[in-house]
Each structure stands twice: as structure tokens, then as C-alpha cells.
């Protein structure tokens, strides 16, 4: 158990609907990070937040956006979903905001139909 | 722009067997990740290696940094069937928000 959480855990929605996913980063940890894997593909990475704040982006598209709260809980927005949004999509934190090894959900499968 | 190469993408062989997965740059990066995702699940790590030629050897995993850390290579020894999965590396670079990630090597092993 890795210790970061993510909810849900499958998400079926249709096309032009709008979607939030939700991570629990593993406790002391204050850096948060969003990655899409497609079928049978390598990871990424979206964004990343460190304490609150948005340290990163990565190919993350205008339509979806996210943030950290104060708790360090953070929230993945997808909006006017498309079929080509279906994917699994991991939150990974860390201590540091760095270079430090990740600790992995276990994702969110997302199906656009 | 900083890329990590993998190879071979794709790997199916006999239990028993050893094999090597290789995860190359052109750039140098200051530390290197290994991780291994199982279906259905988030990649956990096996290990980090940071100095050039370091080795690091985690049961019959034997993880290796190159010399001028732009390079590194896992070998499995006798490989079981426990060793599906997808094998990811991923580069300490130039950003220090951000770690580079090898698209992976998917391993099967067959009984």
C-alpha cells in the first residue's frame, strides 16, 4: 500500500461532460502529481503541485485543470471530455518538490463514450 | 529537451530465463528510478541509483548506472512469473520539479 488514495476508482461519463477526480497524498507528503497513461503507453505527466501551489506543468491540456488545498488533497478537473480522454490517470506524491521518488495511486480508469 | 529512451518496448520469454532492459539518453541526469507496474495498478519503485557505475542488486534484480549517468540497465536472473509487469525508468534532469520518464518495457514471462 503505497498510502496515496484516489477516488474513484473506475469513472464512466459521456462525451462533453465534465469530471472530477480526487487524491489523498500519502501522509508528509506535500508534493502532488497528475499523470495520464493511454492503453499499453508509458506515463504523462500533467501537473504537479507542491504545498498548494502549481510548480509544474507538463502536456496538460486547456480543458483540464487542477489544484492542492490546504489539507494537501488535490483535485483533477476534466472538462468537455472527449473519447480520446479515456485513460487511466494516476496521482503520485512525494516529501520533496525535487527529484524524489514517487508513491503511486492506483489510478482512475476513465471511459468516454 | 531531455529523453529516456527504452528498449526492448515489448519482451516475452520463458521462466527461468535472464534478460536485460536498458534505459538510454543522450543527456547526463543526476539520479535514476526504476519502477514496476503491475495491471491495474500505480508503478511502485525498486530503486534509485545516483552515482556513476553505481550497481544496486535487489534479489535477482541487478540495476546498473553508467559511468556518465546518462544510461542505465536491469538484468533479471531467472526470471519468474512475478515479473510481468511494465518497467518504467525515470531521470533526475535539468528540472527540478520534474522527473523524465521512458515510455517502458512491457515484460511477460511465461510458466
Known amino acids: 500500500d503505497s498510502g496515496v488514495t484516489q477516488t474513484p476508482k473506475h469513472l464512466i461519463t459521456a462525451t462533453g461532460q465534465r469530471v472530477t477526480l480526487r487524491c489523498s497524498p500519502r501522509s508528509g507528503d506535500l508534493s502532488v502529481y497528475w499523470y495520464q497513461q493511454s492503453l499499453d503507453q508509458g506515463l504523462q505527466f500533467l501537473i504537479q503541485y507542491y504545498n498548494g501551489e502549481e510548480r509544474a506543468k507538463g502536456n496538460i491540456l486547456e480543458r483540464f485543470s487542477a489544484q492542492q488545498f490546504p489539507d494537501l488533497h488535490s483535485e483533477l478537473n476534466l472538462s468537455s471530455l472527449e473519447l480520446g480522454d479515456s485513460a487511466l490517470y494516476f496521482c503520485a506524491s512525494s516529501w520533496g518538490q525535487g527529484n524524489s521518488p514517487l508513491h503511486f495511486g492506483n489510478g482512475t480508469r476513465l471511459t468516454v463514450t | 529537451t531531455q529523453l529516456l529512451e527504452q528498449s526492448p518496448q515489448f519482451l516475452s520469454i520463458q521462466e527461468g530465463e535472464n534478460l536485460t532492459v536498458y534505459c538510454n539518453s543522450s543527456?547526463?541526469?543526476?539520479?535514476l528510478q526504476w519502477y514496476r507496474q503491475e495491471p491495474g495498478e500505480g508503478p511502485v519503485l525498486l530503486v534509485t541509483?545516483?552515482?556513476g557505475g553505481e550497481v544496486k542488486k535487489l534479489k535477482r534484480l541487478t540495476f546498473q548506472f553508467g559511468d556518465a549517468r546518462k544510461d542505465s540497465s536491469l538484468h533479471i536472473t531467472a526470471a519468474q512469473t512475478g515479473d510481468t509487469g511494465l518497467y518504467l525508468c525515470?531521470?533526475?534532469?535539468?528540472?527540478?520539479?520534474?522527473?523524465?520518464w521512458g515510455a517502458g518495457t512491457k515484460l511477460i514471462i511465461k510458466p
Open positions: 543527456s547526463v541526469f543526476s539520479s
Open positions: 525515470a531521470g533526475a534532469g535539468d528540472s527540478n520539479y520534474q522527473l523524465i
Open positions: 541509483v545516483v552515482t
